[in-house]
């Protein structure tokens, strides 16, 4: 199957700086990609969809100031968490659909653990 | 408002048994429903897809059903064993746009 790989998986940031995780697409090209946060036995919440070449859509309640998502290209995505608080402190995970079928079904990258001290 | 609602937060059956999930959803218009099996620290991985228009569908081990009146699928897995233990999610897309919501997960335990 198609597999997205994501990265850091694991990151641990001071209060205030910033972070970027990428999202890539390794065998097919993902015109959507999808950003998620969860918390711990939670589950996933939608924060924004992401099309190449253009803005990000954003899920109500999501400041796109704070979560800034850039699509440049069909196979990446980055989601940047700029000036970080313990609150952004989560687990993310992006998805991209495949190109085929309608977008009929979703693959995950391996998620990123954001710790902000 | 919009709610993707399963059953419970965690479900314990005995080996070999078959393990029985709900997804239950209000006001959503979906094209297809999907589960998806989650490990800890890890992101989900797609089981099965079942359309608005198929009643039933399975996979090996699995079944799925869907009752658009109803609101609700359920998940089915037979003859379970302790390597099925891990939470199950549905997710749905909505017909009018290109995103994908999920429920609230149920925690699922095999003993052995």
């Known amino acids: 199957g198609a597999v997205v790989s994501q990265h850091p998986s694991w990151v641990i940031c001071k209060s205030g700086t910033s972070v970027k995780i990428e999202c890539r697409s390794l065998?097919?090209?993902?015109?959507?990609m999808f950003w998620y946060r969860q918390f711990p036995k939670q589950s996933l919440m939608l924060m924004a969809t992401?099309?190449?070449?253009?803005?990000?859509?954003?899920e109500q309640g999501v400041e796109k100031d704070k979560f800034l998502i850039n699509h440049a290209s069909l196979t990446l995505s980055t989601l940047t968490v700029t000036s970080a608080h313990p609150e952004d402190s989560s687990f993310y995970i992006c998805?991209?659909?495949?190109?085929?079928?309608?977008?009929?079904?979703?693959?995950f990258g391996s998620g990123t653990q954001l710790s902000v001290l | 408002s919009q709610k993707i609602e399963q059953n419970s937060e965690a479900l314990n059956i005995q080996e070999g048994k078959t393990a029985t999930l709900t997804c239950n959803y209000t006001?959503?218009?979906?094209?297809?429903l999907q589960w998806y099996r989650q490990d800890p620290g890890r992101g989900p991985v797609f089981l099965l897809l079942?359309?608005?228009?198929?009643k039933e569908k399975r996979k090996e081990r699995l079944k799925v059903t869907f009752d658009t009146t109803l609101k609700q699928s359920l998940f089915h897995i037979t003859a379970s064993q302790p390597a099925d233990s891990a939470t199950y999610l549905c997710?749905?897309?909505?017909?009018?746009?290109?995103?994908?919501?999920f429920g609230t997960g149920t925690s699922l335990t095999v003993i052995p």
């Open positions: 079942i359309r608005e228009n198929e």
């Open positions: 065998d097919f090209q993902a015109t959507t």
């Open positions: 997710a749905l897309e909505e017909n009018s746009g290109n995103q994908f919501y």
């Open positions: 992401s099309n190449e070449g253009s803005k990000a859509t954003y």
């Open positions: 998805s991209a659909s495949t190109p085929t079928g309608g977008n009929e079904k979703l693959f």
């Open positions: 006001n959503y218009s979906p094209a297809y």
